[in-house]
T-cell receptor, first 114, second 111 residues
Framework: KQEVTQIPAALSVPEGENLVLNCSFT??????LQWFRQDPGKGLTSLLL???SQREQTSGRLNASLDKSSGRSTLYIAASQPGDSATYLC?????????????WGAGTKLIIKP | EAQVTQNPRYLITVTGKKLTVTCSQN?????MSWYRQDPGLGLRQIYY???????DKGDVPEGYKVSRKEKRNFPLILESPSPNQTSLYFC??????????FGSGTQLSVL
């Protein structure tokens, strides 16, 4: 059964630093991997989606990579800003699941200190 | 503007009083889903729908009902709410294999 893990659960860094968030999954048979951002009490916003055939996706200061063989994805945030403070979640739909159900990580709570 | 609209944003009710949380999307998405989010438990799927008239249970369906009579709408029904259904609820939609779009959430309190 697919399991998704995000470590660390929380991270606090000074403004301006580059940082990496990690997402691990146990079964490499996935359709894709998605990274989301959630602000407190609000809905989730999809940041990046990497298809299983892709190695990375970029959007502005965000870069997500995917290594299926090792069961890992990283979300790189360049030049962090206080506005990046949020919880970041990753999710994968297992390949072979025709109902396309997402398996979610528990998230990393990121705090960027001014 | 492409969006998933949930209503109401906040809801306080009493045990046993039937309620409906509405969800509508304007992106012609086939897939729609309901989640609840509780501290320490993360996101848990309640029900999902692959298309009109096609719905199925998620991980925590007990005490909930859904319907998908139109492609754009996917209401969540609590026939007899109980305090353990106090939670933050999210509706989401997508095309298959594409980005998942979430509504802003409904904070439900059952007294």
């Amino acid at each position: 059964k697919q399991e998704v893990t995000q470590i660390p659960a929380a991270l606090s860094v000074p403004e301006g630093e580059n940082l990496v968030l990690n997402c691990s999954f146990t079964d490499s048979a996935i359709y894709n991997l998605q990274w989301f951002r959630q602000d407190p009490g609000k809905g989730l916003t999809s940041l990046l989606l990497i298809q299983s055939s892709q190695r990375e996706q970029t959007s502005g200061r965000l870069n997500a990579s995917l290594d299926k063989s090792s069961g890992r994805s990283t979300l790189y945030i360049a030049a962090s800003q206080p506005g990046d403070s949020a919880t970041y979640l990753c999710a994968v739909p297992p390949l072979g699941d025709s109902n396309y159900q997402l398996i979610w990580g528990a998230g990393t709570k990121l705090i960027i200190k001014p | 503007e492409a969006q998933v609209t949930q209503n109401p944003r906040y809801l306080i009710t009493v045990t046993g009083k039937k309620l409906t949380v509405t969800c509508s999307q304007n992106m012609n998405h086939e897939y729609m889903s309901w989640y609840r989010q509780d501290p320490g438990l993360g996101l848990r799927q309640i029900y999902y729908s692959m298309n009109v008239e096609v719905t199925d249970k998620g991980d925590v369906p007990e005490g909930y009902k859904v319907s998908r009579k139109e492609k754009r709408n996917f209401p969540l029904i609590l026939e007899s709410p109980s305090p353990n259904q106090t939670s933050l609820y999210f509706c989401a939609s997508s095309l298959f294999g594409e980005k998942l779009f979430f509504g802003s959430g409904t904070q439900l309190s059952v007294l």
